[in-house]
């Protein structure tokens, strides 16, 4: 997130014209192609469908200001262009060039992915006030990390992610990169409040929640059926790209008709 301006001289100003003018599209809804180019980035660096949260990220630092991109502003911190860098941690990376900006923070953000086991909430928290002190401040306070954030770093995680908590395969195969929806190997919210224990494998994802967890399901299902066995409820939900989930274990449920349920774990 961009918090200070720094006043360029003119010519400099003039130059930045030039090079947006050389990227300038028409298409007022992305008049670069750099939106385009962050989606494309993140498919292909990151992973499958990770396009369009990478264009979110990369959007809430830069907004995608050509001053901002060519490095005629700068953060407070000092990170620079379209991926927000640290210029001393990206001494050989071009951070004015979008292009090569948005590869090395793509692939910063995969390292993020296979150090936080596809917790996508605690590797932009990394990519925006540094993977130690990430760490760290999991280490000192556990499940309340995030209040000891730095202000901007919880503000950008707000607004790219509101409340969900995605989990996203680092390994980018798509064999059984989250718990269905949107597109196999796409990022969507843990359908658990906490994930008691995990399991993959090929074109399966097991989550376990703990008991008395509140259980929500995706949106973009369809429910096939409910089943009552031994006292508790099953649920199968059709994603309609592939991916089914089946719910074990509950309780109790209730529908809602905005298109999501609420389940308790046994």
Do not use: C
Not at 9 to 29: F, S
Not at 216 to 233: H, R
């Amino acid at each position: 997130m961009i918090e200070s301006v720094t006043s360029p001289p003119v010519q400099h100003t003039k130059g930045m014209a030039a090079l947006a003018a050389r990227y300038a599209t028409g298409d007022e809804a992305d008049l670069y192609d750099w939106r385009s180019m962050a989606r494309n980035t993140g498919e292909s660096v990151i992973g499958p469908g990770y396009d369009w949260l990478f264009e979110r990220q990369i959007g809430q630092g830069s907004g995608y200001d050509p001053e901002v991109v060519f490095g005629m502003r700068r953060s407070s911190a000092g990170a620079e262009g379209i991926a927000q860098l640290m210029p001393q941690y990206y001494p050989n990376v071009a951070r004015s060039d979008p292009q090569e900006a948005l590869v090395a923070g793509a692939e910063t953000m995969r390292h993020y992915l296979t150090a936080w086991d596809g917790d996508v909430r605690k590797l932009l928290a990394s990519y925006n006030a540094g993977l130690g002190r990430a760490r760290s401040l999991v280490e000192a306070h556990g499940e309340n990390w995030e209040a000891a954030l730095p202000a901007e770093t919880r503000t950008d995680l707000s607004e790219i992610l509101g409340s969900d908590a995605p989990h996203y395969d680092p390994r980018g195969n798509g064999s059984a990169a989250v718990f269905g929806g949107r597109a196999p190997g796409g990022v969507l919210s843990a359908p658990v409040a906490s994930v008691a224990a995990s399991g993959t494998g090929p074109g399966w994802v097991d989550l376990v929640a703990r008991s008395g967890d509140v259980v929500a399901t995706p949106s973009d299902g369809q429910v096939v059926s409910i089943t009552l066995v031994g006292g508790f409820y099953s649920m199968v939900i059709d994603h309609g790209n592939g991916w089914r989930s089946s719910l074990f274990g509950m309780s109790r449920f209730r529908l809602r008709w905005a298109r999501r349920w609420h389940g308790v774990s046994r």
